[in-house]
């Protein structure tokens, strides 16, 4: 939650990837919000009225993941909706002739995005930005684990998350002021 919360503010997409990471650790204690609470509440270097708020909240979306039926794999729709706030945001940045650096900075990373969904049956069914999010969110599992990356593969996500932390930062200039006109559509 504390944690969460901060990531909100300073970068949306280190923010999602919390978040996935956070529903990964949920499953990984079998929903168990005293296992949850042994293992990770109570390392919080907090006072108790915040532990209970954040063990409040590791039981909200252990009822989310339940009632949204994604205990053995998917997200939340409060992560998968912060995925669509994002495209949309993408979408409009590359229509705007505001923002050339943007869509070059995209079109520089299509080819990874396009070999990525080639490579995986599962990424052919999600959108551009999904997979982009899987493939940073793929390596940072890797790591760790402590597993060695390729060169190709270090490549594809150094350009990935260069584009996605331009469009990250443009998310957080559009939330404090919003970049483009409503006439973009």
């Known amino acids: 939650m504390i944690i969460a919360q901060a ?3 300073e970068n949306i997409a280190e923010y999602l990837l ?3 990471q ?3 650790t949920i ?7 005293d296992e949850i609470d042994k293992n990770i509440i109570s390392r919080f270097q907090v006072d108790d009225e915040t532990k209970a708020k954040i063990k409040d909240w590791y039981e909200n979306l252990i009822k989310m993941m339940e009632l949204e039926h ?3 794999k998917g997200h939340l ?3 998968k909706n912060v995925l669509i706030t994002l ?3 993408h979408l409009q940045l590359l229509k705007s002739p505001k923002y050339p650096q943007y869509a070059a900075q995209y079109y520089q990373t299509l080819p990874f995005i396009v070999e990525l969904r080639a490579k995986t049956p599962e990424a052919q069914r999600v959108g551009e930005l999904e997979t982009c999010f899987n493939a940073l ?3 940072l599992m890797l790591k760790l684990q402590g597993k060695k990356i390729g060169n190709a593969t270090q490549t594809a996500i150094n350009n990935i998350s260069y584009f996605i932390g331009l469009l990250a930062a443009l998310y957080k200039k559009n939330e404090e002021k919003p970049l483009l006109d409503d006439d973009i559509n």
């Open 22 to 24: 956070v529903e990964d």
């Open 7 to 9: 990531k909100r503010k």
């Open 87 to 89: 495209t949309d945001l």
């Open 27 to 33: 499953r990984a204690y079998h929903f168990d919000i």
């Open 77 to 79: 729709q409060i992560n």
């Open 18 to 20: 919390y978040m996935w």
């Open 70 to 72: 994604v205990k053995e």
């Open 137 to 139: 969110y793929g390596v």
